[in-house]
């Protein structure tokens, strides 16, 4: 088993540009996480997914979007961005929600310029 | 509402030193969660434990224990004969409905 895997591992974006952040799990979880960790500081739930066709807001979700689509797939979208968006991206999957720990990937280090 | 503190912001300890990390928690639920993750300095998070709320048994794995006492609210995380290589941020994180809230983390550096 893979885990959770996240592409890109780093990425630099202009400011106003767009791009998916992708997220594949191959656990069969059906919880699914975006969170955001700005340098030297913890972890901020943007949007989560309890299943396939299900998302919804987490703590900091402007200027993202979200699809899910499939069990194993949860990309985030960054639309416009803005150098408040850089940050370190980590996804994570778990199997029931709040009763289990959750899995995470291994994040993409993002660079708005 | 939900709520982790991690009052500990930074800690600094010297090799072979016992540390303790606090964690303390506010819910409304009567069953509960709770975590510890460890993020090293290469940035991935790693799971620890996991407790639920009706296990009030102290936890021991190693060098690592877990003491968790409702009447005070607290999950903490004591680290024995510390080592180098526990050099990390170390995040408590309580369950939510569908989800987990995390504490703002401690970040533990162990000198030689």
């Given at each position: 088993?893979?885990?959770?895997?996240?592409?890109?591992?780093?990425?630099?974006?202009?400011?106003?540009?767009s791009?998916?952040?992708?997220?594949?799990?191959?656990?069969n979880?059906?919880?699914m996480?975006?969170?955001?960790?700005?340098?030297?500081?913890?972890?901020?739930?943007?949007?989560?997914?309890?299943?396939?066709?299900?998302?919804?807001?987490?703590?900091?979700?402007?200027g993202?979007?979200?699809?899910?689509?499939?069990?194993?797939?949860?990309?985030?979208?960054?639309?416009?961005?803005?150098?408040?968006?850089?940050?370190?991206?980590?996804?994570?999957?778990?199997?029931?929600?709040?009763?289990?720990?959750?899995?995470?990937?291994?994040?993409?280090?993002?660079?708005?310029? | 509402?939900?709520?982790?503190?991690?009052?500990?912001?930074?800690?600094?300890?010297?090799?072979?030193?016992?540390?303790?990390?606090?964690?303390?928690?506010?819910?409304?639920?009567?069953?509960?969660?709770?975590?510890?993750?460890?993020?090293?300095?290469?940035?991935?998070?790693?799971?620890?434990?996991?407790?639920?709320?009706?296990?009030?048994?102290?936890?021991?794995?190693?060098r690592?224990?877990?003491?968790?006492?409702?009447?005070?609210?607290?999950?903490?995380?004591?680290?024995?004969?510390?080592?180098?290589?526990?050099?990390?941020?170390?995040?408590?994180?309580?369950?939510?409905?569908?989800?987990?809230?995390?504490?703002?983390?401690?970040?533990?550096?162990?000198?030689?």
């Open positions: 088993n893979a885990g959770v895997t996240q592409t890109p591992k780093f990425r630099i974006l202009k400011i106003g540009q791009m998916t952040l992708q997220c594949t799990q191959d656990m979880h059906n919880y996480y975006w969170y955001r960790q700005d340098p030297g500081m913890g972890l901020k739930l943007i949007y989560y997914s309890v299943g396939a066709g299900i998302t919804d807001k987490g703590e900091v979700p402007n993202y979007n979200v699809s899910r689509s499939t069990t194993e797939d949860f990309p985030l979208r960054l639309e416009l961005a803005a150098p408040s968006q850089t940050s370190v991206y980590f996804c994570a999957s778990s199997w029931a929600g709040e009763y289990n720990e959750q899995f995470f990937g291994p994040g993409t280090r993002l660079t708005v310029l | 509402a939900q709520k982790v503190t991690q009052a500990q912001t930074e800690i600094s300890v010297v090799e072979k030193e016992d540390v303790t990390l606090d964690c303390v928690y506010e819910t409304r639920d009567t069953t509960y969660y709770l975590f510890w993750y460890k993020q090293p300095p290469s940035g991935e998070l790693v799971f620890l434990i996991r407790r639920n709320s009706f296990d009030e048994q102290n936890e021991i794995s190693g690592y224990s877990w003491n968790f006492q409702k009447s005070t609210s607290s999950f903490n995380f004591t680290i024995t004969a510390s080592q180098v290589v526990d050099s990390a941020v170390y995040f408590c994180a309580l369950s939510d409905t569908d989800k987990l809230i995390f504490g703002t983390g401690t970040r533990l550096q162990v000198f030689p």
